[in-house]
């Protein structure tokens, strides 16, 4: 069968651990040669080399997505190295403090606000000006289950996803007149350092996510990567503004 991706150049955020890794070496596997971005950078580094050694086309870069310079110029030398940017996954965030809403500081609300919302933002916005001039493109942005229902203890994360399908649905209705499909992915639990992180934090946390899971089991960052490509790909060609829900059906109904 064809790979979905031949010839294309994709952009994948927070791609040195987790999903953005899985998601990085998915795109490569289909075809597309990654620029493989986060602000940790040997983590960045490890990824790209692991695509090449698997015969894949890939290079890391260091970009902190909450600052607008740092992603101007992941896409300018994404499209001087490459030749262009056809897809984009903007996949770096980070869940933020575990607590209540009355004791969530301000600081950890614009700190989780900056990364998950801001940096979705600032990328889009680069990745957009040039997909414009290129007359289309692909973007993905990860959302979360958490962007379509609340969960306890993690308001400002919540929020923030929630945010970022407001900005998904409205630049699919902004850019599709030219061209450029914008959705988003919604994993739900998703074995990876964060959930490792909050599990640390809450460790009845695992048992109880795996059993809300109707398919008993947590999410792997191949499950996630999976949707991303396809919803990149031309054969998702008829799908625009829409936040794909990989959960295993924990949200469909209890
Ligand atoms: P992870 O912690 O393994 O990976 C996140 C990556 O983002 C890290 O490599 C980190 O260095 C990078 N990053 C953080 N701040 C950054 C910044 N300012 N600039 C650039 N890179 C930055 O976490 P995971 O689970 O792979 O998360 C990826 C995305 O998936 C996040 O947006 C997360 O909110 C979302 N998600 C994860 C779920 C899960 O259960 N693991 C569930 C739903 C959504």
Redesign the pocket.
């Known amino acids: 069968m064809a790979r979905m991706l031949e010839g294309k150049v994709a952009l994948i955020?927070?791609?040195?651990?987790?999903?953005?890794?899985a998601s990085a070496a998915t795109f490569a596997r289909e075809g597309a040669t990654v620029m493989v971005?986060?602000?940790?950078e040997a983590?960045?580094e490890e990824t790209a080399a692991s695509i090449v050694a698997n015969g894949g086309r890939a290079s890391a870069r260091r970009?902190?997505?909450?600052q607008r310079d740092d992603v101007e110029r992941l896409v300018a030398h994404t499209i001087e190295t490459y030749g262009g940017l056809h897809c984009a996954h903007n996949?770096?965030?980070?869940?933020g403090e575990y607590g209540r809403t009355l004791d969530t500081t301000e600081e950890n609300f614009d700190f989780t606000y900056?990364?998950?919302l801001k940096?979705v933002f600032l990328c889009m916005q680069a990745e957009l000006s040039h997909m414009l001039e290129q007359g289309g493109g692909r973007i993905v942005n990860?959302?979360?289950?958490?962007g379509l229902e609340g969960a306890k203890n993690l308001p400002a994360?919540v929020a923030s996803?929630h945010a970022v399908m407001g900005l998904t649905r409205t630049a699919a209705l902004e850019y599709g007149p030219k061209g450029i499909r914008i959705n988003a992915v919604?994993?739900?639990?998703?074995?990876?350092?964060?959930?490792e992180?909050?599990v640390a934090t809450n460790p009845r946390m695992e048992q109880a996510a795996i059993a809300a899971v109707p398919v008993k089991r947590?999410?792997e960052?191949q499950d996630?990567a999976e949707a991303a490509v396809w919803l990149c790909s031309e054969r998702a060609d008829f799908v625009n503004g829409h936040g794909l829900v990989v959960d295993g059906g924990m949200t469909v109904g209890s």
């Open positions: 955020t927070g791609a040195g651990s987790g999903i953005g890794r971005a986060d602000l940790n983590g960045a970009c902190d997505v909450t996949n770096a965030g980070v869940e900056s990364v998950n940096g990860t959302a979360s289950i958490a994360y996803k919604c994993p739900g639990p998703i074995r990876t350092p964060m959930l992180k909050l947590l999410g960052p996630i």
